[in-house]
C-alpha cells in the first residue's frame, strides 16, 4: 500500500520509503505478498517471481526493443484474432489487474482463470481481484461450463468451452511451457509474456514478450489502442516480417552483452 512517501509490507507493517533504491522491485514483491494473503498467489508463485526477476536484472530492469517488437506483434495478432483470450493465474492478477481489466473491457478480449496449482480458494480469491478490478465475467471458474485440453495431464487442462477451448489466439502471461506445447499442437497462436528467453514457453509460443508483466501490460493496452486505428493490410505485414527466434537471440545476446 501507497501512503505519501512510503509503502508498508502488509505483512509486518515496515515502511518502506520509496527513496530506498530497490523501491519498484520490493512494492511488486508487496503486491504478490498480499495476493498471498489472500488465498490468490501459490507458495510457489513466490518462487517463480524471484527466478524471474533474476532475468530482469540481466535485461536491465527496462523494455527492450525487442520486448518492444513483440508487443507490437502481440497487438496485430489480438485485434487479428477471431476468439481472442487471455489467460491469468495468481501471480497476474496480484500484479496487474487493473491492466488485464481495461485491456479485457477495451478490446472485448474474455479474461478466463487457468491455474497448474488449482483450488477452489485460489480460483475465487483471483475472481474477486479481477472484478474489485471491474471485471463483470471471468470464465474458467464453472466446472459445467469447462472441458480438458488433450495432450496435457496437469490441472491446467481444465479449459473453459467459451474461453481457452475455443480460441485461435491465447495470451498467456508468466511461464508455462507444457500447456504452451499443448495449445501449440492445437494450431492457437499463443502469446507469451515471459522474462526467460531460454524457457521452454518463450521457445515455443509464436509471440514471446521478454520482459517483465507490470510493464508490459500498460504498454500492451496503449499499442493496441493506437494500432486498432491502423487498416488489417498493416497489421498482416507487421506480424509476417516479425520472427520470434530472431526476437529471442536479440534477447539472449543483450543479457550476454550485459555481463560484460
Not at 521452454?200 to 493496452?221: F, G, K
Request: include cysteine; glycine fraction near 6%; aromatic fraction near 6%.
Amino acid at each position: 500500500m501507497i501512503l505519501g512517501q512510503v509503502f508498508y509490507s502488509m505483512m509486518n507493517n515496515v515502511k518502506i520509503p520509496l527513496t530506498h533504491p530497490r523501491s519498484v522491485s520490493l512494492h511488486i514483491r508487496e503486491k504478490l505478498v498480499e495476493g498471498f494473503r489472500i488465498g490468490a498467489v501459490a507458495y510457489e508463485g513466490l518462487i517463480a517471481h524471484g527466478r524471474g526477476e533474476s532475468f530482469d536484472y540481466l535485461l536491465g530492469e527496462k523494455t527492450t526493443k525487442y520486448a518492444l517488437d513483440a508487443i507490437r506483434a502481440a497487438a496485430c495478432q489480438l485485434l487479428l484474432a477471431r476468439h481472442p483470450i487471455i489467460s491469468v493465474n495468481g501471480n497476474v492478477a496480484a500484479l496487474c489487474s487493473d491492466d488485464l481489466v481495461k485491456l479485457s473491457k477495451t478490446f472485448g478480449i474474455p479474461l478466463e482463470v487457468n491455474l497448474f496449482y488449482r483450488t477452489d480458494k485460489r480460483e475465487k480469491a483471483i475472481s474477486k481481484m479481477l472484478k474489485k478490478s471491474g471485471a463483470e465475467k471471468v470464465l474458467g471458474l464453472d466446472t459445467k461450463s469447462c472441458t480438458s485440453l488433450p495432450e496435457l495431464a496437469s490441472n491446467r487442462r481444465r479449459v473453459d468451452i467459451e474461453g481457452i477451448y475455443k480460441a485461435d489466439v491465447v495470451l498467456v502471461p508468466l511461464e508455462d511451457g507444457d500447456r504452451t506445447e499443448s495449445l501449440v499442437k492445437l494450431k492457437k497462436k499463443v502469446i507469451t509474456v515471459d522474462l526467460n528467453p531460454l524457457s521452454r514457453t518463450a521457445q515455443t509460443s509464436h509471440i514471446s514478450i521478454i520482459d517483465n508483466i507490470v510493464r508490459v501490460m500498460p504498454l500492451l493496452n496503449q499499442i493496441l489502442f493506437d494500432f486498432q486505428k491502423r487498416k488489417k493490410s498493416f497489421l498482416d505485414n507487421y506480424l509476417k516480417k516479425f520472427d520470434n527466434k530472431k526476437n529471442l537471440d536479440g534477447s539472449i545476446n543483450l543479457i550476454r552483452g550485459n555481463f560484460s
